[in-house]
């Protein structure tokens, strides 16, 4: 059975709140167009009274930037942050077939095999939260990242689609997955096979088998068009007449934790209203690990030292060090909620909310105007 291509994307895309095109994917090879990133003014909500005094009494004031140590920089965030993030993701989404290839020569699976799959799935699934900071480039602009991770899905079509393509076809194939709708592939799509069942039939294991091949096959490909075309995707031959780059990633950045206290936080637990969608990874029950996995790539980029570096004359404001305090007081938190956060009890789970407020305040307010850029029109929080 073959899900609508069009229904499937136009769906996503209302799941998502996104304006997007019901295209496949394009040649991931190529480089996408990069024209100037539109910038709007920050539109926060008002802070607390407490909030609003601490940011009065700490004022910030831009460090210079040179053309060429912001290409540095970016050269920087390439090499040694996008493109191992894809890697990694890739890899792990290579072990995963590699295992269930072992593990399914003989059908049914379960028990230790099973949970060893599992296991591993949650690696890959860790993996790619990471690697969801690049919130433009090639991914997005081919909407492979809905291939990768069909999320929101506020109408539960993976549940049903992988189940019903499964019934279709026990005998599918990687290169007839390809073809079929994001709905049915990905990391989702890996979850429901493997969390929904307590044993692995034959035509489940082939599909997880088929997924995390063609899963596989998609993130090398990303991962090649950034190597292949990373200059002209951070714009870093245009750094003596633009920020365009520094401000594609760090609104990258700041749409990460912005979708994540929306998508995945706010509206999944019904904090601000009535319940909406569903919180990451829900069927494994490991939301907790895929929102660390997010906040420890954020970390690792905020405390990354040659960030700092550029930061060390914006010293007196410690941007960095209020970020990575607020990162890591979120992260505490974290590690003191089940694993499951549907379970926590409503009062913790508004004390996550909130402090996932206070990192997008910091990164609109302090660490944005210290770089001497602006939020732009990808920020839709309103703190």
């Known amino acids: ?19 997007i095109s019901c295209v496949k994917p394009t040649d991931e090879n190529k480089a996408p167009d990069n024209s100037s990133q539109k910038v709007a003014q920050d539109s926060a909500a008002p802070a607390s009274a407490e909030e609003e ?14 053309a060429d140590t912001e290409k540095t920089y970016l050269m920087h965030v390439a090499n040694d942050i ?12 290579d072990v995963l077939h590699d295992l269930a290839q072992k593990h399914c020569q003989q059908a049914p699976v379960s028990g230790e095999k099973l949970q060893e799959l599992r296991e591993q799935w949650l690696v890959l699934a860790q993996a790619w939260a990471r690697a969801e900071m690049v919130n433009f480039g090639p991914a997005t602009d081919s909407m492979s990242n809905l291939y990768v991770n069909y999320y929101p899905d506020e109408r539960g079509l993976v549940h049903s689609g992988v189940a019903e393509l499964i019934a279709a076809n026990p005998e599918l194939t990687a290169e ?21 069942n307590e044993r692995l039939d034959a035509g489940q294991c082939a599909y997880v088998i088929s997924a995390s091949s063609a899963l596989s096959t998609r993130l090398k490909d990303i991962e090649k068009n950034w190597q292949q075309n990373a200059t002209q995707l951070l714009a870093m031959d245009k750094t003596a007449e633009s920020d365009q780059g520094l401000n594609q990633w760090f609104n990258a950045l700041l749409s990460l934790v912005e979708t994540m206290k929306s998508n995945a936080i706010e509206q999944p637990l019904g904090l601000t209203g009535k319940a909406k969608g569903h919180l990451p990874a829900a069927t494994a029950g490991q939301s907790r690990a895929i929102i660390n996995a997010k906040l420890a790539a954020l970390n690792d980029t905020i405390t990354d030292p040659v960030l700092t570096a550029i930061l060390g004359g914006n010293d007196k404001n410690k941007v960095a060090d209020n970020l990575s305090t607020a990162l890591a007081d979120t992260t505490t938190l974290l590690a003191q909620m089940p694993e499951d956060l549907a379970t926590a009890d409503k009062a913790t789970q508004q004390e996550l909310l909130n402090h996932m407020t206070t990192i997008t305040r910091l990164i609109k307010r302090q660490l944005i105007p210290a770089l001497g850029i602006r939020v732009g029109f990808n920020s839709t929080d309103g703190d």
């Not at 059975?1 to 799941?15: G, V």
């Not at 005094?53 to 040179?66: C, D, H, M």
């Not at 079929?180 to 890996?190: F, T």
């Open 1 to 19: 059975m073959k899900i609508n291509h069009a229904l499937a994307m136009a769906l996503s895309a209302l799941s998502a709140g996104l304006l």
């Open 53 to 66: 005094a601490t940011e009065n009494a700490t004022k910030i004031t831009a460090v210079s930037i040179s």
């Open 82 to 93: 996008v493109i191992p993030a894809y890697a990694d993701a890739a890899k792990q989404s």
């Open 176 to 196: 007839q997955l390809a073809d079929e709708s994001a709905i049915v592939q990905g990391v989702p799509g890996l979850e429901e096979a493997l969390y929904a």
